[in-house]
């Protein structure tokens, strides 16, 4: 200890210059929105390479169970590409399968988070890749989130676990819709909120998105109606919808982007 403190005091000078060095950069980041932005560039760039790097770690001690996991999403995938009739052979960048033009991208996630209250995960895709802002975010499974902030080579997902997502699905059987939430408890369990009480509604009632934006587009899968309850009012639904994602442990995932998405944005703007 007394050596610590010998060492503070012969080097005083020095280490007051770092901290005055320190609080200048500091301060003039905070006060210049171009250093902020450029820093935090930065710090994505920094950070989305560390990720990546552990993941990849992981990935290699992990490569049994994602083979399998990959095995069952071909499987899942090939069985809807041959249902809508498209050849197995050809690479399919855009698709009308959702009665608008949409591109798919892939993505692995690096980094995810499902304990938080405002959980977001990362990817390995960014604008280099075409990926921008409010791009959604699916598995084979259902729906995982939207992109919010991207880097040169990275990228940051809303995930639907994170308390401030409001996301517009509806019940599949009867296309009654509302919004999906999440009330920041149970990480397989998320709400579905202000539909009506003249749905008609059971358990095991499937959901998913309802394409009422610009985003998603219909009949992604989202879960199952888990139980249900009227509000206080008693004018609308409160479901618990259990998820078809395992957020826990997601991996490989598809960006959507929606071609049409400006010219729908502009228009219903001009009201």
């Keep these: 200890m007394q050596q610590i403190i010998n060492f503070i005091i012969r080097?005083?000078?020095?280490l007051l210059f770092l901290l005055l060095?320190?609080?200048s950069i500091l301060f003039t980041i905070q006060s210049h929105s171009y250093h902020k932005s450029k820093f935090?560039?930065?710090?994505?760039?920094?950070?989305g390479g560390f990720y990546n790097s552990i993941n990849e770690i992981d990935q290699y001690f992990n490569l049994k169970t994602q083979n399998k996991l990959l095995t069952e999403e071909n499987k899942t995938l090939r069985s809807r590409i041959r249902s809508y009739g498209i050849k197995t052979d050809?690479?399919?960048?855009?698709?009308?399968?959702?009665?608008?033009?949409?591109?798919?991208?892939?993505?692995?996630?690096?980094?995810?988070?499902?304990?938080l209250n405002t959980n977001v995960l990362t990817i390995n895709k960014g604008e280099n890749d075409g990926i921008k802002q409010d791009f959604g975010v699916i598995s084979s499974k259902g729906i995982v989130g939207i992109i919010d902030k991207?880097?040169?080579?990275?990228?940051?997902?809303?995930?639907?676990l994170n308390t401030t997502s409001k996301i517009?699905?509806?019940?599949?059987?009867?296309?009654?819709?509302?919004t999906l939430t999440w009330n920041g408890k149970n990480p397989y369990i998320t709400q579905l909120i202000d539909i009506?009480?003249?749905?008609?509604?059971?358990v095991g009632d499937t959901i998913t998105t309802s394409g009422r934006s610009s985003i998603f587009?219909?009949?992604?899968?989202?879960?199952?109606?888990?139980?249900?309850?009227?509000?206080?009012?008693?004018?609308?639904?409160e479901i618990n919808v259990r998820l078809f994602n395992d957020m826990t442990s997601i991996e490989h995932v598809y960006i959507i982007e929606n071609v049409d998405k400006d010219e729908i944005i502009n228009l219903t703007n001009s009201y």
């Design 11 to 14: 080097n005083k000078s020095f």
């Design 21 to 23: 060095f320190g609080l």
């Design 40 to 47: 935090i560039n930065s710090a994505n760039i920094l950070t």
């Design 90 to 115: 050809s690479v399919v960048t855009e698709s009308k399968t959702f009665g608008k033009p949409y591109r798919f991208f892939t993505a692995n996630i690096i980094k995810n988070s499902y304990s």
């Design 150 to 160: 991207t880097s040169a080579n990275y990228a940051t997902v809303i995930s639907i």
């Design 168 to 178: 517009s699905a509806q019940l599949k059987q009867s296309n009654h819709f509302g």
């Design 196 to 202: 009506p009480k003249i749905a008609p509604i059971k």
């Design 217 to 237: 587009p219909k009949d992604v899968n989202v879960g199952v109606v888990k139980n249900f309850k009227l509000d206080q009012a008693e004018n609308y639904y």
